[in-house]
């Protein structure tokens, strides 16, 4: 179902179709709207929609997505999940956290990892040591 979703909204609000953000973000949501009567799980909708909202699409020329990583943290023999277990933090999965950033550089001054399109599906990477 959820790719169902996707696919119908990349046909529907095509990223590059759309002069501002808003615009594109109410498409999304009107999608969302459409999903959720045909059966998508109501607890995904906010999923979705913040997806719409934190991405490039619709903006300015230049937007990227921003994505940062960290390493994971282990405290007291558990991960910053409060699942796995750890001894070591290199035990620990990844902390991503994602922005939009009006320009490449502004991303990698920031020791960012830039993108296009949805935060929800950019690629962070850690950064050198």
Not at 65 to 87: I, K, S
């Amino acid at each position: 179902m959820a790719e169902t979703v996707r696919a119908r909204i990349a046909t529907e609000c095509r990223c590059d179709g759309f002069t501002t953000h808003g615009q594109y973000v109410r498409c999304v949501a009107h999608a969302v709207k459409l999903a959720v009567d045909d059966g998508l799980p109501t607890n995904c909708k906010g999923t979705v929609k913040r997806c719409a909202a934190r991405s490039t699409c619709g903006k300015k020329a230049g937007f990227v997505t921003c994505c940062f990583a960290l390493p994971g943290r282990c405290e007291d023999g558990v991960c910053q999940d409060d699942v796995t277990a750890c001894t070591d933090p290199a035990q620990c999965p990844i902390v991503t956290k994602c922005r939009t950033k009006s320009t490449v550089e502004k991303c990698t001054l920031a020791g960012g990892s830039p993108g296009t399109g949805s935060c929800c599906d950019a690629v962070c990477s850690l950064p050198a040591p």
